[in-house]
């Protein structure tokens, strides 16, 4: 877009990798030509000085030789350069060139040669001063009212203002409570120095205060500046402006007004002398320089602001006139008059892109040309819409969001070693006097193209843990193949509620448009075995929990599911088998001899999930193995609810009383803060008072702070290990609910979304809450029975809940009505009342405590505790545990 871009008038890039700040750039006529005609002076942190004056052949072009006059190395690096009347004796224009430890003062000439291009300028040093403190910055100005010259005023890092007439050092004054130097400026009109002060103040300073003031080599206060003899150095007048400033510029209306203009770092503010409050615009961007200038029309003042989105804001007074953009990030900008055109605005940026451009627009030469006219057919471009309209619907649920590439730039694949590693490399774990093994997994990566950073993570389930879970790599040729390796373990004494793990590689994809890459992620998941967290074990007689599988198939023998498990004593036993896991529960899996049930039982209700996971699939890869396709799981019994809300209760309970623990461990602190101040009153105090058991009770409250700060860290290892178990069963759940009705892979995977929303669960955002407002959105959309209920509002903040209650009550409303014909989508038509579909009604979500008593009622004969069930519906065959105990 023309219209808004910065015209290129002349531009270039100074150096290799030099740095440049806000005062490294300056106009002005250096070579005293006369003609009014501004030379560009730029500075460089790497000690370089260039002088350019840009004439250009046609606008746009770059910079020529004979465009840079002057270069030359100074060595030290360049903080400042200013152009002025610095030499006594004469009123011809001087550089000025602050360094950090020296100032310097050149004169800039011309010889004109003899040939085109032979003019030759070089620069010659008139004096410098050497300083004793390191500079920060510098202003200028006829200090004191002189005539004819200039005055040099240079700002220490430590806040020192050191004042030179000329060839000669003047005085020096530290600035009251001076932390961190700021910008400086100098009011010819007040005749004061303006910064801003580390306390985020405008000060000023007059300059006869300064000059009059204590001497900054005395500025240890004697015993007779005590009683009155000397000068303080006081400031003129304060303003608070709440930010730190990054540039201050003095602009004049006339002979009797002039402006301060601070720019802050979201703000800038004009100022009067008086330092009131002309005006302040509220900036939108984080702006990185400005340029206030007088304005065309009669009391305004136009400003030049850029900032760090490469654009430059012009505005008049607080009137945004005009935005423009320009190549680069400018941290300085000047306006002047180059090669008989003024008004040219020069901007710089921190890695020396130097540039000279104007306002304003070209024409555009480019015109469209006649379309030829034909008559429209709507119902035809009607029929073309829709077709076009369904392709792209079809086109985005089979390839998703993101085009799909022919060819992918980088493989993962996973690779889990079938045999543990020789030497365990478990490492600092609490499961007992079990033996921890580990088992390899190498994740190899095949690179199409050369990518660099490519970084690896892997992830598993907790208590698992990895070796090593980062990795970095460098493709430095197509074709390569990097494979590394890593050990997993079990850490903890409780199950995993998963045994998949994931490796994730992030890399950035070269791209001829972006120089930093196209962001890409590609990921490869693997499966651990059961044998790493499980180990053969004695089958049980009785269980607390139990479920029961069925299949369409005939029985499988457990040992060819289970080969890794069987027991010694159990060789001829293939219907019965026993896993101890290595935090030490049980389970016990039967097979039917006839019917084609398998049962699961176990003392922990969370248990059940691993080992009924590990058959269905074992199941599945068995009859696919045979050729066998339409194999299929059910499952007939009660959704265990019961057991599920038990475990909901705990993990909510012991959010509880982590909440109460942190607000006691903070009760006490302050307690504890709140007696060392009392104690450091007493003991800071000249005169000994007794300390009124004052240390006992802090050796008290100290123990009591440690005390709960153990209890703390004890209840969130509970917490955690509650939220693993937690998440266990309701993957169990929502298995159990997805073979009872017998669920799509995709409605499967909403259950998930709504029941396992978190990874980790903390005390501002909670599991329960989170689940709620998930399921709650269900049952007010796609398992909705009427208008009513979607009308419904749901709140927008997740706080955590005063019980359980409400949640357990919409889980078993999920199940009933997935019970009475309901089905779970996302799609837009997911609103629509499904009354008519569903037979025999659903019930209404509950408005009232009457409503929710009669839900709780219905939904307690629906879901009755499973032990009962499953005792009134007999295995024939199966006997639990006779063939054991013979």
Known sequence: MSLFKARNWWSTVLGEKEEFDQGCLCLGDVDNTG??????????????????????????????????????????????VEVGKFVSGTEMLHLAVLHSRKLCVYSVSGTLGNVEHGNQYQIKLMYEHNLQRTACNMTYGSFGGVKGRDLICIQSMDGMLMVFEQESYAFGRFLPGSLLPGP???????????????????????????AFATDADKRQETEQQKLGSGKRLIVDWTLNIGEQALDICIVSFNQSASSVFVLGERNFFCLKDNGQIRFMKKLDCSPSCFLPYCSVSEGTINTLIGNHNNMLHIYQDVTLKWATQLPHIPVAVRVG??????????????????????????????????????????????IELKELQKIIKDVNKSQGIWPMTEREDLKVSAMVSPNFDSVSQATDVAV?????????????LQSRLALKKAKLSVYVQPPLVLTCDQFTFEFTAPEMNRTVSFSVYLKGRYTPPELEGNAVVSYSRPSDRNPDGIPRVIQCKFRLPLKLICLPGQPSKTASHKL?????????????????????????????????????????LLASKTSQRY?????????????????????????????????????????????????????????????????????????????????????????????????????????????????????????????TKLRSATHLVILLIGLWQKLSPDQVAILEAAFLPLQQDTQELGWEETVDAAISH??????????????LSLSSQLNIPKDTSRLKKHIALLCDRLAKGGRLCLSTDAAAPQSMVMPGGCTTIPESDLEERSIEQDSTELFTNHKHLIAETPMPDVSPLQGVSE
């Open 599 to 723: 049962r699961i039982q176990s003392e922990q209700f969370e248990d059940l999930w691993l080992i009924t996971n590990e058959l269905i699939i074992r199941l599945q890869e068995y009859f696919e193995k045979q050729g066998i396709k339409d194999f299929a799981c059910s499952f007939s019994g009660s959704v265990p609810l019961q057991e599920y809300f038990e475990l909901i209760d705990h993990h909510f309970e012991l959010r509880i009383n982590g909440e109460k623990l942190e607000e006691l461990l903070s009760e006490r602190a302050v307690q504890f803060r709140a007696i060392q101040r009392r104690l450091l009153t007493r003991f800071k105090d000249k005169t000994p008072v007794p300390l009124q058991h004052l240390d006992t009770l802090l050796d008290g409250t100290y123990k009591q702070v440690i005390a709960l700060a153990d209890a703390v860290e004890e209840n969130q290892d509970n917490l955690f290990q509650s939220f």
């Open 35 to 80: 003609n009014g005609q501004d030379k560009i002076i730029v500075g460089s942190f790497m000690g370089y000085l260039r002088i350019f004056n840009p004439h250009p052949v046609k606008t746009g072009d770059g910079a020529q030789a004979e465009d840079l006059l002057l270069e030359v190395h100074l060595r030290d690096p360049i903080l400042q």
């Open 184 to 210: 400086l400026a100098y009011s010819s009109r007040t005749d004061s120095f303006i910064t801003v002060s580390s306390c985020r103040q405008v000060e000023s300073y007059k300059y006869q205060v300064l």
């Open 337 to 382: 008059c180059v090669h008989d055109l003024k008004g040219v605005i020069v901007t710089l940026s921190d890695d020396g892109h130097l540039q000279c451009s104007y306002l304003g627009t070209d024409p555009s030469l480019f015109q469209a040309p006649k379309v030829e006219s034909r008559e429209l057919h709507y119902d035809e471009l009607d």
């Open 548 to 588: 029961t599988i069925d299949t369409n198939k005939s029985p499988v023998s457990l040992l060819s599911l289970f080969p890794g498990f069987a027991h010694q004593s159990e060789d001829d036993q293939v219907n019965v088998m026993g896993f101890r896991f290595l935090g030490g529960s049980q389970v016990t």
């Open 778 to 791: 269900l049952l007010k959309t796609c398992l909705s029975k009427s208008s009513k209920e979607q009308a």
């Open 432 to 444: 007992g006097t079990d033996l921890v093994p580990s088992v390899t997994v190498k994740v190899t």
